[in-house]
């Protein structure tokens, strides 16, 4: 998957112009340098085509503290992408730090876009006079704030991007975990049981390799990360790639196993792939792997534990899987197949709407001053959004969308689905 990396010395815009491309306030902005530190991801969407997106933090190239860090931060990116954006500002003319900057690059052999940014007036061309001071040839003005060259901006992102596929036929599933948690173990003990490998193929990105398999007359489509692209990094840097690998091999599947060791800890990484999947809108299912090491009177206490820490993810299901014993196997696909299912199938309007009155019955949403809401209408709008319309809508507070959302999850099979509950005003 191609993804893109904005750097460039602090307040230069990196980060407006990172929120402009995905079109989401994800990052924060402010005048004051410094911001943001660590690298956020987001997802730029267009033509049905996806491109990963990175911001990162200011260059200072100061060897001490929260700088040294950003430029850890900055070299991760700069390695996991195929394009590099080099955001300078106009208003402030070619800096000392642009210079390093681009010294840096040509060190390294990396060849960047020149994105010039805040240019208010495109035809005049000093821009192009000034910044070629700085020794690349491309270059392109924007003004990220006023959404000026944004277009075009986005379409040399996307010119050699790939396409989605989108095959409803076949179950693709991304195994995603920390290292050491047991997915190489997890697949060769499923394709080893079932010893039904139609090929390994090469993945369509470098991060992945496919392999297709049938199980119970299903065609299954396991996307495994391939390892590390380069194993002179640190080891403490192994999870940011390993999260960023994760993250690329979620938009190419339909929904995840999630592969936890269910002898050690939930980690803040756990939690970030679920929320990661549940943005991505992918079904979600946690596997408690290595379960053989986990003594028969100790399981419903783990089991309780991992219910507990992941509240947020009680709509996934939670299997027990061993690569020793091959217990949990066969669960694991079934289960597969039915949160597979359950992406596919479409609620009539009118069973949601009979769910949604008897909810609305039973306990009605809050008095917004001295009026209560009333229930418009409301549709499945995809496959794990449901979209309410009512009279007023700040009448749903979230705990009130919250009581909705479990409601459905009881009157419907949504098993393994992140449901949203979206709410419309309509008059």
Avoid at 51 to 58: A, M, Q
Avoid at 211 to 229: C, H, M, S, V, W
Avoid at 344 to 358: D, G, N, P, V
Wanted: hydrophobic share 35%.
């Amino acid at each position: 998957m191609k993804t893109v990396a904005i750097i460039g010395r602090p307040n230069v815009g990196k980060s407006t112009l990172f929120n402009r491309l995905i079109r989401e306030k994800k990052s924060v902005v402010d005048k004051k340098p410094g911001i943001t530190r660590d690298r956020i991801y987001g997802w730029l969407k267009e033509k049905n085509k996806t491109v990963l997106c990175i911001d990162t933090g200011g260059i200072t190239f100061e060897s001490a503290g929260i700088s040294r860090e950003v430029m850890k931060q900055v070299k991760i990116a700069i390695d996991e992408a195929n394009e590099i954006f080099f955001l300078v500002d106009y208003k402030t003319g070619i800096q000392p730090l642009d210079e390093d900057i681009a010294e840096y690059l040509r060190k390294n052999n990396i060849i960047p876009l020149l994105v010039v940014n805040k240019v208010d007036n495109f035809n005049e061309k000093e821009y192009i006079y000034e910044f070629s001071q700085l020794g690349f040839k491309k270059i392109i003005p924007i003004s990220a704030m006023h959404n000026r060259g944004i277009d075009k901006l986005k379409n040399i992102i996307l010119k050699d991007a790939e396409e989605e596929q989108d095959n409803e036929n076949e179950i693709s599933i991304a195994l995603v975990g920390k290292p050491n948690s047991g997915k190489s173990s997890l697949v060769n003990t499923i394709l080893g049981k079932e010893r039904a490998i139609v090929t390994s193929l090469p993945g369509t990105t470098r991060d992945s390799i496919d392999t297709p398999f049938n199980y119970a007359e299903e065609k299954f489509l396991f996307i495994d990360t391939a390892g590390l692209k380069r194993k002179s990094r640190i080891k403490e840097d192994i999870e940011y790639y390993t999260f960023i690998r994760a993250i690329k091999s979620i938009r190419r599947a339909s929904l995840a196993f999630l592969v936890i060791d269910a002898s050690v800890e939930i980690s803040k990484q756990d939690k970030r792939i679920i929320s990661e999947l549940e943005d991505a809108k992918r079904g979600i299912i946690i596997v408690l792997h290595k379960s053989d090491i986990i003594p028969e009177e100790k399981r419903k206490e783990v089991i309780n534990y991992y219910k507990r820490h992941l509240h947020f993810a009680e709509f996934a299901p939670m299997i027990y899987t061993s690569a020793i014993t091959g217990e949990g196997i066969k669960d694991l696909l079934n289960i597969s197949i039915k949160v597979h299912k359950n992406r596919l199938k479409k609620i009539s309007k009118k069973k949601l709407l009979k769910s949604l009155r008897q909810t609305y019955l039973k306990k009605p949403p809050p008095l917004y001053g001295r009026k209560r809401a009333k229930i418009i209408g409301v549709e499945q709008t995809d496959f794990c959004t449901i979209t309410v319309q009512t009279n007023i809508k700040n009448a749903f507070n979230n705990q009130y969308i919250r009581y909705l959302r479990n409601q459905f999850y009881k009157d419907f099979e949504f098993t393994g689905i992140p449901l949203r509950i979206k709410i419309e005003e309509s008059k």
